[in-house]
């Protein structure tokens, strides 16, 4: 979609290209009356650097662009400040999402929740460690008043307890949480207690026992459809079903994380996307393919592939490491 076609009120375009900051807080929306909470914005803390954006999503203006219909449902959850709810299957761009939206709209790193069985709404609030020494989880410290929210990934939701989307839900429609633990703690003035969050050498202040936000954070949920979702989950969610990675997506994605495919290059990576097609496996395609680049470029072929027996058997075991790689 280009830039005459884009509706006016998109503020993530899905272009992979950071936008200004001038430009996004003076188009910021604000948040629907009931979704305003009571939490004094404090810019304060430092954030580490987005060290995870650029390992998912390699160098900034690399990106695939986005399909329309991922950028309306996108902008959807952020002017509602309801949860995105993004399926598909393994390697279709699920967690990637949410780093998008982050670098993009300069909402600092991603904070990743990874959900399994066990998963408990406790530990994605704090921990405490003993008297008055609390650690926040990806969701508290998510939950912290800030003048812009974050975003956190709460990776594989399916895969938790039945009440646990639930109970997620709920503490996002509160915009708040109690930490019992630090009742009576900090000075007489009321200046709060200062916690470690989830972020390596990242401190907050809690004041009266309790963190509450200014606005929600920007949750992306993902799913791989192991099991459904409560429907009073889905109901407050906007949901997004991410497709398989087309050919022409799987190219373009290869190319931003490899910029020399080209020219001469340009057969080989043909051969591999043909390989792709004709042998996806069971694992993510996108992921194999990037991994069979980098054995490639390490000269894992020896230099001879193209038409050629020998070459193209290389290509075949070439491709079989690469699914090695993958989870």
């Known amino acids: 979609m280009d830039s005459a076609s884009t509706p006016s009120w998109w503020l993530y375009r899905g272009t992979g290209v950071p936008l200004d900051p001038a430009e996004r807080d003076r188009r910021w929306p604000a948040p629907p009356p009931w979704r305003t909470y009571a939490g004094v914005p404090d810019e304060s803390a430092a954030r580490p650097p987005d060290t995870a954006g650029t390992r998912v999503l390699g160098a900034v203006g690399g990106s695939v662009a986005a399909d329309p219909e991922e950028v309306l449902r996108v902008n959807t959850a952020l002017f509602l400040r309801r949860p995105l709810l993004v399926a598909g299957e393994p390697g279709s761009g699920k967690s990637a999402l949410a780093h998008r939206i982050a670098r993009e709209l300069g909402l600092g790193p991603v904070l990743r929740w ?34 812009l929210p974050r975003v956190i990934l709460a990776d594989d939701l399916d895969r938790s307890g039945f009440d646990l989307p639930d109970e997620l ?40 026992a309790v963190v509450r936000c200014h606005e929600p954070p920007l949750l992306i949920a993902t799913t791989g459809g192991e099991r459904d979702l409560p429907a009073s989950f ?23 994380r490899f910029p020399a495919l080209a020219g001469e290059q340009g057969p080989l990576l043909d051969a591999l996307l043909d ?18 680049l980098h054995l490639v470029r390490a000269g894992a072929l020896g230099g001879t592939w193209e038409g050629e027996e020998q070459g193209q058997a290389a290509l075949d075991a070439v491709w079989r490491w690469a699914a090695v790689e993958g989870p």
């Not at 709404?121 to 989880?137: C, I, K, Q, T």
Request: proline share 7%; glycine share 14%.
């Open 114 to 147: 990874r959900i399994t069985g066990g998963s408990t709404l406790g530990e994605g609030l704090y921990v405490a460690a003993g008297p008055g020494v609390v650690r926040l989880g990806p969701l508290g410290t998510a939950l912290l008043p800030r003048r």
């Open 234 to 256: 889905l109901r407050r969610c906007v949901t997004l079903d991410l497709p398989r990675m087309t050919s022409e997506r799987l190219a373009a994605l290869a190319r931003s």
């Open 169 to 208: 839900l709920g503490v996002l429609e509160d915009g708040e949480f109690a930490v019992p633990e630090l009742l009576g703690a900090g000075a007489a003035d009321g200046s709060g207690v200062l916690v470690h969050t989830c972020e390596p050498g990242v401190t907050a202040t809690v004041r009266e």
């Open 275 to 292: 390989r792709a097609a004709r042998d996806p496996g069971s694992g993510p395609v996108a992921e194999r393919l990037l991994n069979a």
